[in-house]
Nanobody, 127 residues
C-alpha cells in the first residue's frame, strides 16, 4: 500500500521555524518529483514547493520564496520542508504529494499533476 505520511507540524509563534517531513512507503519515489501544498482555513489548496527526482530543480510559491526550503533524501524515501520566519498567513494544513511521471525535468506546481497525497499535518502560526 502506497503511503505518504507527513509529520512535524505544530503551533508556533510568528517568526519561528518548523521542519516538516514526509515519509513515503509502498514504492520507491526516487524517480518522482515531490511537492508540498497547503490549505488554509476557508481557502483552496495551494502550491508551496516542489523538487525534482534528483533534487536538481526546485520551485517555490512567491509567498514562501526565501523563507522555505524543500529537500529530499532518496535513500530514505523522504522529503522535507524547512520553514523559517513563519507568519500567521502560513497557517494551514500542509500536504505532501508525489508526481509519478518518471524523472520530470521541472517540478510541477499544478495540483492535478500529483498522484499520491498524504493526509496532511497542521501548522498554526500565532501572532
Amino acid at each position: 500500500q502506497v503511503q505518504l505520511v507527513e509529520s512535524g507540524g505544530g503551533l508556533v509563534q510568528a517568526g519561528a521555524s518548523l521542519r516538516l517531513s514526509c515519509a513515503a512507503s509502498g514504492r520507491s519515489f526516487s524517480n518522482d518529483a515531490m511537492g508540498w501544498f497547503r490549505q488554509g482555513p476557508g481557502k483552496e489548496r495551494e502550491f508551496v514547493a516542489a523538487i525534482t527526482w534528483s533534487g536538481g530543480s526546485v520551485s517555490y510559491a512567491d509567498s514562501v520564496k526565501g523563507r522555505f526550503t524543500i529537500s529530499r533524501d532518496n535513500s530514505k524515501n523522504t522529503v522535507s520542508l524547512t520553514m523559517n520566519s513563519l507568519k500567521p498567513t502560513d497557517t494551514a494544513v500542509y500536504y505532501c504529494a508525489a508526481d509519478t511521471m518518471p524523472r520530470r525535468p521541472i517540478p510541477s506546481r499544478r495540483f492535478g499533476t500529483y498522484d499520491y497525497w498524504g493526509q496532511g499535518t497542521q501548522v498554526t502560526v500565532s501572532s
